[in-house]
């Protein structure tokens, strides 16, 4: 294919249990799979466009010495690969803007959440947090819906790119954990719903990730709002 008569180059993320051939990437080697079928080596041409299913994780930054026969449709934005030269590792923070640093930091906290932290958040929220956290999606979205409970939205999913899914993820993940799956169930669209103090603590998170992530988008009177629940926390 004509496509690949340029060395193709682009970013995989790769989570820490990750059982793939990219676990033992490391700067210079080259990682291949063990045949031309999937799962392939995914090879985002953006950081933005990554999709992180699980966190934490490393960023490589790749270029494809070979693709895989079966490729996705021309207008996509990765490549599947079967070998690549891994180049080097990028900060993983790169994943959700340019205040990921303060993103991986709620992230990091978020994945040792205690049943003692989720009674304290339970009520520690302001009652307008939410409509602060609605303005700030509204700015960036520039429309003027109710985006309280809005993960992702658009190609470019949101201020902080995967940022605010991953973290509700790792809420769901811990509230599985830690009550063996008694505070989640499931809405009549067959999602994962968290028991409303799990819910309230997954809200303080992310409103603090939206007021460290994305602080350009946050009107002047809304940072004590979005933070004030994440404040006890630290």
Not at 74 to 84: G, H, I, L, M, N
Not at 195 to 218: K, N, R, T, V
Request: aromatic letters at 8%; proline letters at 5%.
């Amino acid at each position: 294919m004509s496509w690949f008569r340029r060395r193709v180059s682009g970013f995989v993320f790769v989570a820490d249990v990750e059982d793939g051939p990219m676990r033992f990437a490391a700067a210079g080697k080259t990682v291949r799979s063990a045949d031309d079928g999937p799962p392939w080596i995914v090879v985002d041409q953006a950081i933005e466009s990554i999709v992180v299913a699980k966190w934490p994780g490393k960023l490589w930054r790749v270029s494809v010495l070979k693709p895989a026969a079966e490729q996705p449709a021309a207008y996509a934005k990765y490549t599947r690969a079967v070998a690549v030269e891994v180049i080097d590792e990028e900060p993983v923070w790169r994943l959700f803007g340019a205040h990921g640093e303060a993103v991986c930091r709620i992230l990091e906290r978020a994945r040792t959440i205690t049943l003692d932290d989720v009674a304290m958040l339970e009520n520690a929220i302001p009652d307008e947090a939410r409509e602060a956290y609605s303005r700030a999606w509204n700015r960036w979205l520039g429309d003027a819906h109710d985006h309280t409970a809005t993960l992702a939205a658009g190609d470019s999913r949101s201020p902080i790119g995967a940022g605010f899914t991953v973290l509700h993820n790792l809420i769901v993940e811990r509230a599985r954990t830690l009550t063996g799956g008694a505070a989640l169930t499931t809405n009549d669209d067959d999602e994962v719903v968290l028991a409303p103090e799990w819910s309230a603590a997954s809200d303080a998170f992310l409103h603090a990730a939206m007021a460290h992530g994305s602080p350009e988008l946050i009107a002047s009177s809304d940072p004590e709002l979005l933070t004030a629940a994440w404040k006890r926390l630290s």
